[in-house]
């Protein structure tokens, strides 16, 4: 929610960040053959963008108009950045006027491995949505209503999967290759924007546990959503994938906000073979409750805006229990997991003048999962730094430096060791950890953007079994 200041910005140089996602944690080495969904959650577990959780504050257009108030959504995200068609031939305009805002965008990631992985190797992966957005107003009157549908296309392969061999993804557009249907959601404001309801098929990783610093990278650890929540909660839902749920949000004062939203936690409905479609409301429950406070960012504040949320989610999908694995008994499972969270984004230091959008900013996350016996990944942190317009001849440039590390469980260590027994070539997870360093060039008043990209992965898959990989990519994203 970097907003006013250097949210803006950000949030102008990272519009593609639409079609983030994430690929499914793989199952800890050796435990395939006894793992539940609490291992490697089903489907594609996936990530998001900056949504309805962070209303932003009026942004400003390449041409210097202001924009009203926008809601942040993962892909109808509506953000100060030009249309490489124009206005369509003169569709947008009247669409807009008629109430429907339609967003049509596409981002490419590829990436490869000159030294370490498993083997070398070169990957592309892409995506497109589409999205419109109904203002309920306009068409029939009815106010602080809107509805939101919107879609997915992606197609390409994994380099983490094919050469690589790491869990954090390096390329944040894999993930549910196949056409999605994603949301189908009616959300209505009330009190002056106070109380704000959503209904229909929604993901919590639209709206809890977002900040847009991490929209800025290309590494799935990162972008979109912490991934760490996704290693220990199946019933967590992200871009491309949705499901029925509910959220309420409240607003106590400007700068404070408390919301909950309760959710279908089947993770079966993701498969891609469902494209979005699979209706159905067979449980188990998942719910998430986050509560933030903004640091400036209102009119007569500072230029340092931050951010600071305080979260936790419930999840009672059943959970394969670790310290059965390997024991020469049945293999036992509990139902439930549960986690907490904290993350913040603060501007440290402005370039130039209140109004002029340049500065850094720095960033970053702790996720807890404390019960080892269940949670595949129960320390999860990231970290980073963020800027834009380091010069000022390029003022909407995107610089940005993070590191993510993931801390496996000691009860999964310990399963894993008692397979090694009986199979040597099983790894022990310990820890993985990825640092990247990004630059984003965007063109056409940020209709066009390009990003190198450069990536560490620190013993990939965790069991230092495969060397540290150096990765070279690039993203580039167009906004029609």
């Known amino acids: ?123 592309y992966a892409d995506n497109i949505g589409f999205a419109l957005d109904f203002d309920l107003h306009k068409i029939v009157g009815l106010d602080g209503g809107s509805f939101l549908i919107s879609m997915s296309q992606r197609d390409g392969t994994s380099l983490s999967q094919r050469s690589v061999g790491n869990v954090f993804s390096i390329q944040q557009v894999y993930g549910g290759q196949t056409f999605h249907l994603i949301d189908v959601a009616y959300q209505q404001k009330l009190f002056e924007d106070k109380l704000e309801l959503s209904v229909g098929r929604i993901a919590a990783g639209d709206d809890f546990l977002v900040s847009p610093y991490n929209y800025l990278f290309m ?91 305080i979260g936790g989610w419930y999840d009672r999908n059943t959970f394969t229990d670790y310290t059965t694995v390997g024991t020469g008994g049945p293999v036992g499972t509990t139902q439930g997991n549960w986690g907490i969270y904290g993350m913040f984004d603060q501007v440290v230091l402005p370039f130039a003048e209140l109004g002029a959008n340049r500065g850094m900013g720095v960033f970053g996350s702790v996720l807890v999962s404390p019960d080892q016996s269940v949670s595949q990944m129960p320390y999860f942190f990231t970290a980073g730094v963020a800027a834009r317009g380091i010069w000022a001849s390029r003022p909407t440039d995107v610089a940005g430096f993070g590191a993510v590390f993931g801390q496996f469980s000691n009860d999964l260590q310990d399963a894993q060791e008692r397979q090694q027994l009986l199979d040597p070539t099983i790894g022990v997870q310990n820890h993985e950890s990825v640092l990247e360093l990004t630059y984003r060039f965007n063109l056409s008043h940020g209709a066009i953007f390009v990003q190198p990209d450069l990536q560490y992965v620190i013993r990939p898959g965790g069991t230092g079994q495969i060397n540290n990989a150096v990765v070279l990519g690039c993203q580039m994203g167009i906004n029609f």
């Open 219 to 309: 590494q799935n650890g990162f972008d979109g959503n912490p991934v760490g929540v996704f290693f220990n909660s199946p019933g967590m839902t992200a871009y491309p994938n949705a499901t029925w749920g509910a959220r309420v949000k409240v607003r106590p004062t400007k700068r404070t906000y408390v919301m909950v939203g309760v959710y279908n936690g089947d993770a079966t409905i993701r498969a891609d073979d469902s494209h979005g479609a699979n209706m159905s409301m067979n449980g188990p429950l998942f719910v998430m409750a986050e509560a933030g406070y903004k640091y400036n960012g209102l009119p007569g504040d500072s230029q340092y805006l931050g951010n600071y949320k």
């Open 1 to 123: 929610m970097l907003l006013g200041f250097i949210g803006a910005p950000l949030l102008a140089g990272i519009s593609f960040a639409a079609t983030t996602t994430q690929a499914p944690p793989p199952a800890p080495t050796g435990m395939a053959a006894t793992s539940t969904s609490a291992v490697a959650p089903a489907g594609n577990p996936t990530k998001s963008n900056p949504t309805a959780a962070s209303a932003a504050d009026p942004l400003e257009t390449s041409n210097g108009v202001s924009q009203p108030e926008v809601q942040l959504r993962p892909f109808m995200l509506t953000l100060p950045r030009d249309h490489l068609l124009g206005d369509w031939l003169g569709l947008l305009p009247k669409m807009t006027d008629a109430g429907i805002t339609p967003t049509l965008n596409y981002v490419n990631n590829i990436a490869g491995n000159p030294t370490g992985g498993k083997s070398q190797g070169l990957a």
